[in-house]
């Protein structure tokens, strides 16, 4: 596609409930990335995926947070057992490889968890 | 490990004011530096980049020299219009001396830009 889709845009779920959330990187693009910005803490690295392996995944918070990519394409993160604090923006990223480029960003997925 | 610090913001201006934020890095290894906008209710995106050092990036008036001596990437601009309100943040991405990517950024806290008529 032209750009980085990511969806849903909101998410308001209940705390304790499992949430998905989906990255389509720009086609040909085979590095992907996950971050979180919260209010006041910035902007976060969680997860990076070069293919379908994630080289660096040690911005996950906690075991309840996982992603996976597949066909070298779409990315889903998944977050278990929802807490409050997990409420933030789920911003995706992609890149046209292991070279020094900036990324594209998505606009990001609002998640509430109320 | 890698870290980014932005001057603390807000930071208010009057239009054609001449605007400085700071950004200042700690880095294993040869980084590229970069300054990503994120203007109200709209993504991020990637304003310029510099990926060694006495490079300078420039688009849309803004400019950064990439200081080595100084691990600085400061982001200047000689009049700003309203139209520049935002959020600026600077980071790196880790490479090493091949110049392969590490992959992941590195941000600063992020400066609020406000510019007043």
């Known amino acids: 596609g032209a750009g980085v889709s990511q969806s849903p845009s909101n998410k308001v779920t209940e705390k304790g409930k499992d949430v998905e959330l989906r990255c389509d990187p720009i086609s040909g693009h085979t590095a992907l990335y996950w971050y979180r910005q919260s209010l006041g803490q910035g902007l976060e690295f969680l997860i990076y995926?070069?293919?379908?392996?994630?080289?660096?995944k040690s911005g996950l918070p906690s075991d309840r947070f996982s992603a996976e990519r597949t066909g070298g394409s779409v990315s889903t993160l998944t977050i278990q057992r929802t807490q409050q604090e997990d409420s933030a923006v789920y911003l995706c990223a992609s890149s046209p490889g292991r070279t020094i480029y900036g990324y594209t960003f998505g606009s990001g997925t609002r998640l509430t968890v109320v | 490990g890698d870290s980014v610090t932005q001057m603390e913001g807000p930071v208010t201006l009057s239009e054609e004011a001449f605007l400085t934020i700071n950004c200042t890095y700690t880095?294993?290894?040869?980084?590229?530096l970069f300054w990503y906008v994120q203007y109200p209710g709209e993504g991020l995106q990637l304003l310029l980049k510099a990926t060694k050092a006495d490079d300078k990036g420039s688009n849309k008036g803004f400019e950064a020299t990439y200081r080595k001596e100084t691990t600085s990437f400061h982001l200047e601009k000689g009049s700003v219009q309203v139209s520049d309100s935002a959020v600026y943040f600077c980071a790196l991405q880790g490479t090493t001396a091949g110049g392969t990517s590490y992959g992941k950024l590195t941000f600063g806290q992020g400066t609020i830009l406000t510019v007043h008529p």
């Open positions: 880095a294993t290894g040869y980084p590229s």
């Open positions: 995926f070069q293919g379908n392996s994630a080289p660096d």
